[in-house]
């Protein structure tokens, strides 16, 4: 499973973004969907995901309200929504793929990883 990510830019705080997951390769509707954020010097971390048709859905903390995960399986399609950002939100945005959804927010349970996508949130 190939997983391309595209929506990252900068805007200022206050701003929105919504970014999206392109998924080639294999059956897409089969695989459990995340997002993942990495700052400069920091670790990745969760930030939301979904079920194989977002029936259930996880967020972190940090993004609940703000951030809302969808699906489209017709066009493969995995997209975050993002709203209210603050300077906070600034990384490298990861969309990831796992055909067994066993462990919904830790990057150690899934497969499938995109390149990334960076997001700047200007104060």
């Known amino acids: 499973l190939q997983l391309v990510e595209s929506g990252g830019g900068l805007v200022q705080a206050g701003g929105s973004l919504r970014l999206s997951c392109v998924a080639s390769?294999?059956?897409?509707?089969?695989?459990?969907m995340g997002w993942f954020r990495q700052a400069p010097g920091k670790e990745r971390e969760f930030v939301s995901s979904?079920?194989?048709?977002?029936?259930?859905?996880y967020y972190a903390d940090s993004v609940k309200g703000r951030f809302t995960i969808s699906r489209d399986n017709a066009k493969n399609t995995v997209y975050l929504q993002m709203n209210s950002l603050q300077p906070d939100d600034t990384a490298v945005y990861y969309c990831?793929?796992?055909?067994?959804?066993?462990?919904?927010?830790?990057?150690?349970?899934?497969?499938?990883w995109g390149q990334g996508t960076q997001v700047t949130v200007s104060s």
């Open positions: 390769g294999r059956t897409f509707s089969s695989y459990a």
């Open positions: 979904c079920s194989w048709n977002c029936a259930s859905t």
């Open positions: 990831a793929a796992v055909f067994e959804w066993s462990a919904p927010m830790w990057p150690g349970g899934y497969d499938y």
